[in-house]
């Protein structure tokens, strides 16, 4: 062989490394499912156990003045979420990896502790949602059920290869689609539904107040920032041809219309589901003139003698599957801002003898989980403190984060687009009023 054609073989291996590094992820797949990922799962464990109830409890008690509410959410929930999944994919590190380089360690701390504690409090009263919905649908002791479910949750997370786990978390989402069918079997007025989507409708008095508070505060949650945004670190990690975006900006025009689509999919999917939700149980319930409802198991209870036995399993199928989604996420996001705020080995695709305080803080937070069902802690109580905590965390979260995301010593030059730093501010500036409020009616 000459050393031309030498010289000629070298180049053409190098071509083809270049080009399959630059390849942008997700083309190795088929479909529509194969570009979705990060978002669609953080979107879809937004409507978890407990959040399921929250917006039973707004059909419940307005009918279908709240509509509006989901749709106002919509483009504040995904600029936030947009956000932070950029920050991981540009930097290769979560949001409490960051705030460790660029922030005073005391300030990540205490943000994180006050997160573990929300995400724990609302992994145990999803449990217990789990574990009531099951017994309505075959009876015997809720106990047992939560006991089970954690187990099978967290056995899940720890030991699955990370590709298989996240299809399952993927097809799980897909249970939510349960209340698309519960509205689409009842009579709904689908000319008022529109209309009062469209059409908000305001009341200063203070049971409607505080429920648009309530709806907003379950919809924009700090352990969604954090997860999304360490699903996107950990994502490039696993993937040998993707680098982070401040080592090579080339692949930044596929990546960012990948995490792009897939959040604004994931976040209107999520609040699609959240909207159907809200009207199922306002044609329902609302029509028959049951106002209060303090759980989603209670919610589905209701739903049987008025809108069939058939709407009631599917409800309560419904608060299991998503809750199958929603407790590793809550455990999960916990584990990697804890591990990436201590410096800890982090990420699902480890073997667990590889990361194992990452894999431990699961395993402790499940269980914790756990034991809140069996303390006679009141779950109406537990959602209230666990709604607190994540307003106290949630501002100045998502100050920094704003902050960061503007600093060209963090993001490069990937700093926000004016319109996306605009909208995040806009969100920000939201939930700041919603916590205000929140205190304010206390």
């Not at 490394?17 to 194969?34: D, E, F, Q, S």
């Not at 979705?36 to 009918?63: E, M, R």
Request: proline share 5%; glycine share 10%; charged share 10%.
């Amino acid at each position: 062989m000459t050393h031309a054609h030498t010289k000629a073989g070298l180049r053409h291996v190098l071509a083809a490394r270049i080009a399959r590094r630059r390849a942008p992820r997700g083309t190795k797949g088929k479909g529509l499912l194969a570009r979705l990922g990060p978002g669609l799962i953080t979107g879809a464990s937004d409507d978890d156990p407990s959040g399921i109830a929250t917006y039973s409890q707004t059909g419940a008690q307005f009918g279908y003045a709240m509509c509006w509410v989901m749709l106002f959410c919509f483009p504040l929930m995904a600029a936030i979420q947009e956000i932070s999944a950029r920050m991981g994919r540009v930097t290769g590190q979560g949001i409490a990896g960051n705030i460790r380089a660029h922030y005073p360690r005391w300030l990540l701390y205490a943000i994180v502790a006050l997160l573990l504690l929300a995400n724990t409090i609302n992994l145990g009263a999803d449990l217990g949602a789990m574990g009531a919905a099951l017994r309505l649908l075959i009876h015997g002791p809720p106990g047992l059920y939560v006991v089970v479910f954690a187990i099978g949750c967290a056995w899940l997370e720890v030991f699955s290869r990370y590709e298989r786990y996240v299809n399952f978390l993927k097809w799980t989402s897909f249970v939510l689609l349960s209340y698309v069918a519960v509205a689409l079997v009842v009579h709904v007025p689908w000319g008022l539904v529109l209309y009062r989507t469209f059409v908000p409708s305001f009341s200063l008095k203070t049971d409607y107040v505080v429920t648009v508070v309530a709806v907003l505060g379950t919809t924009i949650t700090p352990y969604c920032f954090f997860w999304q945004s360490s699903q996107e670190a950990q994502e490039e990690r696993t993937d040998p041809a993707a680098h982070t975006l401040l080592a090579d900006p080339e692949e930044a025009p596929a990546e960012m219309g990948r995490m792009r689509f897939d959040t604004y999919i994931g976040m209107g999917y999520s609040n699609v589901i959240s909207l159907f939700i809200i009207v199922a149980t306002a044609a329902t319930l609302n029509a028959h003139g049951i106002t209060n409802i303090q759980s989603s198991a209670q919610a589905a209870e209701a739903l049987r003698p008025i809108a069939g036995v058939f709407s009631f399993a599917l409800f309560a199928a419904g608060i299991i599957g998503i809750g199958l989604l929603a407790v590793p996420v809550l455990a999960g996001s916990g584990a990697y801002a804890l591990g990436e705020a201590l410096g800890w080995t982090t990420g699902l695709d480890r073997r667990p003898l590889d990361a194992k305080a990452f894999y431990g803080t699961i395993a402790v937070s499940t269980l914790v989980g756990i034991a809140i069902n069996f303390i006679g802690l009141d779950p109406i109580k537990a959602l209230f403190w666990s709604a607190v905590i994540n307003g106290v965390v949630a501002v100045p979260l998502m100050v920094i984060i704003m902050l960061m995301a503007r600093r060209p010593d963090v993001m490069g030059r990937f700093v926000l687009p004016r319109a996306l730093w605009a909208m995040g501010w806009l969100c920000t500036g939201t939930m700041a009023v919603v916590v205000a409020i929140m205190f304010a009616t206390w």
